[in-house]
Structure formats: C-alpha cells, structure tokens
C-alpha cells in the first residue's frame, strides 16, 4: 500500500492508528472496482478531502474515515452504491474505537449524500466535503474515468458508440446545464469545472480530447 499512501506528512493528519486500519483493511478493497472507482479514484478523493480540512476545519479523521468508505457500495448496483456505502459504514463496529455514534450517523449520512446526481444538497458540512472531493473535476481525469466506465460498463459498444455514450454523459453531467453541483464556495473545483465546461461546448474539442485520451487507454491496456 505504501504506493498510494494518501495522508500527507504534516502536522494536522489522520490519526496514524486509524491510517493503518483503513490502509490495511478498507483501501484494499477498491481493487476489485472498475478503473473509474479503484484504488487510485478513493486515493485522490482522500487527498482532496484532506485539502478541503485546511479551509473548514472540520475534524480530519472523520473526513479521512468518508473518504476511504465512500465508494465500498459499488461492491453492489452502481445507482444505489452510495445508500450501500453508507450501510457498510455504519456497520463496521471497528470504527467505534475512533468515533462516537453521533459521529458515525453523520459519517454514514456524508457517504450517502455524496453522489454528484444526488436530488438534495449533503446535510452536513461532511457531506459537502466528500461530494466536493469527489468530483475531481481535472478535465483529462473526468474524460479518462468516463471513457474507462463506458468500456468496463458496455464492451459491447463499438468506438463510435462509446464516442457517443461519453458525449452524452458528460454534456448530462459536467455542462452549463448538467446536473453537477458544487458544494464548498472558491473550491479548486470551480475554476476546473469552467475549462471543462469551455471543452464540452467545443464538440471538435471534446472529440479530440476524446479520441487521444481514448487511445492512451487502450495503449496502456
């Protein structure tokens, strides 16, 4: 694990204890997900959390602790994986060596809340903070991990299709009019979301985007 150790070497860290318990027992488990939800997917949305401590303050170890857990539901359907990730949380007895249960409610419900087409905003700063580091919203990641479901989700699909899946998706999802919101006022996110948004409006743009990063994928697999 000590490859994709998340927790930067400062002062105000997760509690080394807690650090080893979720690297040893929770991060493993992403392994088994698509390449849009694997290892690498939680280990950056850990470090944006912990980004999003600094401006807040909200308590570091229970952001840490919804980082690593947030995406433990797509072990079952995709559409309900954020309510099942938010069970698994809430039954892991071990967590009640670091946390109350009032904490351990309001961890389980940031887990629940954070899925961008949620119908209502997180109820919680908790929840904010792990939808907002989430959305990762670097636009060749958010192009990479949308081309990487379509071809893990619909293999059956042939290049001008999965083209056409992706367009679709990202114009739902990331446009002017799409269904993504943004949670934490000045976040990183903010100006990232206005480049992508500049590639989705250029359709010659977004293909091209589409078209090399596609092809470094199938290079790379």
């Known amino acids: ?11 105000n860290s997760p509690s080394l204890d ?7 027992n929770i991060l493993p488990r992403y392994a088994q997900f698509d390449p849009a939800h694997n290892l690498q997917h939680v280990v950056r949305v850990i470090r944006n959390a912990l980004d999003l401590v600094r401006t807040t303050g909200a308590d570091i170890n229970m952001v840490y602790t919804i980082a690593a857990y947030h995406d433990l539901g797509m072990s079952g359907p995709r559409a309900v994986h954020h309510i099942t990730g938010g069970k ?14 009032e904490q351990i409610k309001i961890m389980k419900e ?22 907002e580091a989430d959305r990762d919203i670097v636009p060749e990641t958010v192009i990479r991990r949308t081309i990487e479901f379509g071809l893990a989700n619909y293999p059956e699909l042939d290049y001008e299709q999965q ?59």
């Not at 807690?18 to 040893?24: A, H, R, S, Y």
């Not at 940031?110 to 939808?131: M, N, Q, T």
Request: overall charge positive; charged content about 25%; hydrophobic content about 40%.
């Open 1 to 11: 694990m000590q490859n994709y150790s998340p927790h930067p070497m400062i002062n």
């Open 88 to 101: 698994i949380l809430a039954a892991d007895a071990r967590l009640k060596r670091w946390f109350s249960p």
């Open 110 to 131: 940031a887990v629940e809340d954070h899925r961008a087409s949620a119908s209502h905003a997180p109820r919680s700063l908790y929840g904010k903070i792990i939808a």
């Open 163 to 221: 083209w056409q899946r992706f367009r679709q998706h990202m114009d739902e999802k990331y446009s002017q009019h799409g269904y993504i919101r943004l949670w934490i006022p000045g976040s990183p996110n903010e100006k990232k979301l206005g480049e992508l948004r500049q590639i989705i409006a250029d359709t010659r743009l977004l293909r091209h985007e589409f078209d090399r990063i596609f092809q470094l994928i199938q290079q790379r697999d």
């Open 18 to 24: 807690l650090v080893e318990f979720v690297e040893t």
